[in-house]
């Protein structure tokens, strides 16, 4: 006789929850994370570049390999496009660095750096993965020294604005519908160039120049519409 009262009260819980669940799947569904806008952000990271530098007077020749690391800076502005989960986007930047080197035969200083990219990613809800690539400037100082026929140093020196272009990869998340955290690692590697020295004494020098950076974000997503 106890029997039927708990089957009965089985069989009640089970429409309740049948019914519920019924109610439950006629929602709307809740959309995903549209990446979709502009945004505008800072970066801050750690960068080391790879410096090798032969310089020639008549028919002496010195090679100086050197690395120099430091810290980096600055800030990101750039929009995306999200159709299904392919994004679709373009970004510039500009970070101030504290890279610099020096020893006997070889100083340098890597002080900044612009760089202008496209980028193309997969994204699923709030996670974005991406690959990016393009070109850049870097404002970068050095002077190479070696001897000349007599055993007398002589020294070449050049500041300027070196092109480079530049790619990588990273990832984002939405943190907030309009707060998006990234980690981002790029290389960066200055095109082949060559500088004559500033003394009476002929000599040139030649340098290859790359950049590895790993840097983190945080940028505000203002959307189409602002």
């Given amino acids: 006789m106890r029997i039927a009262p708990a089957?009965?009260?089985?069989?009640?819980?089970?429409?309740s929850a049948q019914a519920a669940f019924a109610q439950a799947s006629q929602?709307?569904?809740v959309p995903f994370y549209?990446?979709?806008?502009?945004?505008?952000?800072?970066?801050?990271?750690?960068?080391?570049?790879?410096?090798?530098?032969?310089?020639?007077?008549?028919?002496?020749?010195?090679?100086?390999?050197?690395t120099m690391a430091g810290f980096i800076g600055g800030g990101q502005l750039g929009a995306n496009f999200q159709w299904n989960h392919t994004v679709f986007g373009v970004e510039v930047d500009a970070d101030a660095s504290s890279q610099k080197t020096s020893s006997n035969t070889l100083t340098a200083t890597m002080?900044?750096?612009?760089?202008?990219?496209?980028?193309?990613?997969?994204?699923?809800?709030?996670?974005?993965?991406?690959?990016?690539?393009?070109?850049?400037?870097v404002q970068f100082s050095s002077s190479?020294?070696?001897?000349?026929?007599?055993?007398?140093?002589?020294?070449?020196?050049?500041?300027?604005?070196?092109?480079?272009?530049?790619?990588?990869?990273?990832?984002?998340?939405?943190?907030?519908?309009?707060v998006i955290l990234r980690l981002e690692f790029l290389y960066l590697q200055l095109l082949d160039n060559t500088q004559n020295s500033a003394s009476a004494t002929p000599?040139?020098?030649?340098e290859r120049v790359y950049n590895i950076i790993g840097r983190v974000g945080l940028s505000y997503k203002f959307g189409w519409g602002g």
């Fill in 111 to 137: 002080s900044s750096f612009v760089t202008a990219r496209a980028r193309i990613g997969y994204a699923y809800d709030r996670l974005h993965y991406y690959v990016t690539g393009g070109g850049g400037y």
């Fill in 7 to 15: 089957l009965a009260a089985v069989v009640a819980a089970l429409c």
């Fill in 203 to 206: 000599a040139i020098s030649s």
């Fill in 34 to 66: 549209d990446w979709t806008g502009v945004y505008l952000g800072a970066n801050l990271g750690y960068a080391s570049a790879s410096i090798t530098d032969t310089t020639t007077s008549g028919g002496t020749s010195t090679s100086s390999s050197q």
């Fill in 27 to 29: 929602l709307p569904p």
């Fill in 144 to 178: 190479g020294t070696t001897t000349d026929s007599t055993g007398a140093p002589v020294t070449t020196t050049g500041t300027s604005r070196r092109t480079a272009w530049v790619a990588g990869a990273g990832t984002e998340s939405a943190v907030t519908p309009n």
